[in-house]
């Protein structure tokens, strides 16, 4: 993953944005490894980051014929309503194609919200705060 910590504000972007912001966010998700694609969530999601970071995962994953998803939010603040209602239609969607999704927390703020995300859907899925685990539970999830 470049870095896009500099380029990157703890704001909210849009459709509307600069070209350079717009790649440094889709820069945020990345092949970590075969078969584990990861998205580093930006400080304050938006309607339009979430799709655009979860087309990118789909697009990546793609090349894959099992993957594994991991959210690293650890630096991400909570979303509004709106946000964490397309978070909610975006994951519906794409979570098909996908085995496991490991979400990177940095503690239990999110856990109401991954609730919310992944009720009704047939993913398995972890929460950790622990990289490792995190690392673990993708892998694990493709043996």
């Known amino acids: 993953m470049e ?10 972007y849009h459709a509307d944005n600069d070209e350079a912001i717009i790649e ?13 694609i990861y998205i580093k969530e930006i400080p304050v999601p938006s309607p339009f980051t979430v799709n655009l970071v979860c087309d990118q995962a789909l697009e990546l ?28 239609e975006k994951f519906t969607n794409i979570s098909k194609g996908i085995s496991h999704i ?13 609730r919310f995300v992944m ?7 972890s929460v950790n705060h622990d990289f490792n685990k ?6 694990t999830a493709l043996v």
């Open 134 to 139: 995190v690392i673990k539970s993708a892998k």
């Open 3 to 12: 870095n896009t910590q500099s380029i990157i504000q703890p704001q909210q």
């Open 61 to 88: 994953g793609k090349q894959f014929d099992k993957w594994s998803l991991i959210v690293d939010i650890t630096e991400t603040k909570r979303p509004d309503a709106k946000t964490r209602r397309v978070i909610f």
């Open 119 to 125: 009720y009704g859907l047939e993913n398995s899925y």
């Open 24 to 36: 440094a966010i889709k820069n945020r998700v990345f092949v970590y490894e075969p078969g584990i």
């Open 102 to 114: 490991a979400y990177y927390t940095n503690g239990i703020l999110f856990n109401t919200i991954i």
